[in-house]
């Protein structure tokens, strides 16, 4: 029997930004809502919500099993105020993606962040100065996740809620990349590409082949980096005519900035490569799962078979 919320009136549970899921489940404990730490903890791993719990100020009825105080605090649904909002970021959107999200929650003049320069937060978080000094923008940095906000919040104290927990969920990441000798903004640029191509599972080996590709000077042949330059779907031409720093095909190396903004299990995917022997892969058409090949004769045949 799955054990439920028990008690007999609505119970409200705080959960705090950085709380893990052991934490939430002796919260869920001390306020009544659930019987079993154990119960609640091992459908959190199981299901692979352990990384998608939200902060947030909970109430839960009477009755609730475990998987319905799973599922809620998994999407984030929060008790709001009458002055708040909750806007929720997908990983892998793009800045403009993200500038919609807001509109739609009535930040109205959310079309400036594209705008704003990532030096202009460097006192803040300091770690900004790995950006391009050629673009200066947020693209990468603004961290998916659910975000309970203010209705008169800036569009700075937006930006800056989202850097900081960018901060936070990276910490120990960004300390691991500088003992490995990596710079973090490449990392985080590859954790963009690999939210772009590939599902989550195929991350680790994805990674792999671009690190692969990068010490070899291979072109990384990524169509991801000119859809974003572009801002369209990419037509076959493109490879061809588009002259940009996002065309992976004509020019080797890393795209200049991000092209979408990564969450943790991408980022953590970018900074652990899984070593292989492959050196391509691609989408397939028909369902989005990941060809690998070794070599580009293996390659072309993939493309022929999958690719339609």
Request: no cysteine; proline share 5%.
């Amino acid at each position: 029997m799955v054990p439920s919320s028990f008690g007999k009136d609505k119970k409200e549970i705080n959960i705090k930004r950085g709380d893990n899921f052991w934490e939430i489940a002796q919260n869920l404990k001390t306020s009544g809502i659930i019987k079993s730490r154990l119960a609640f903890s091992t459908l959190v791993v199981f299901s692979g919500s352990f990384n998608s719990l939200k902060a947030g100020q909970y109430e839960f009825e009477p009755g609730t099993n475990v998987f319905g105080i799973v599922k809620k605090i998994e999407k984030g649904d929060v008790l709001l105020g009458s002055d708040e909002i909750v806007v929720t970021i997908p990983e892998g959107l793009g800045m403009s993606e993200i500038i919609l999200k807001l509109k739609e929650a009535g930040f109205n003049d959310a079309d400036k962040i594209e705008k704003m320069k990532a030096t202009a937060f460097v006192d803040k978080f300091p770690w900004l100065n790995l950006v391009s000094s050629r673009y200066n923008n947020l693209e990468g940095f603004l961290f998916p996740d659910t975000y309970r906000l203010a209705k008169d919040a800036s569009l700075t104290d937006v930006v800056e809620i989202m850097l900081r927990q960018f901060e936070t969920k990276t910490a120990e990441l960004r300390k691991r990349e500088s003992l490995a000798g990596r710079n973090f903004y490449e990392i985080l640029t590859i954790a963009s590409i690999l939210e772009e191509e590939v599902p989550p599972l195929d991350m680790p080996i994805a990674s792999g082949i671009i690190w692969k590709r990068l010490g070899m000077d291979m072109p990384l042949q990524v169509d991801a980096t000119l859809v974003y330059d572009l801002g369209r779907p990419l037509k076959r031409a493109d490879i061809d005519t588009l002259d940009s720093d996002f065309n992976t095909y004509k020019y080797k190396g890393l795209p200049p900035t991000p092209i979408s903004n990564p969450g943790i299990i991408a980022i953590r995917a970018a900074t652990f490569p899984q070593e292989s022997n492959y050196l391509y892969y691609l989408s397939r058409s028909i369902d989005k799962t990941t060809i690998f090949s070794r070599t580009f004769e293996e390659h072309n045949l993939a493309r022929s078979k999958y690719l339609r």
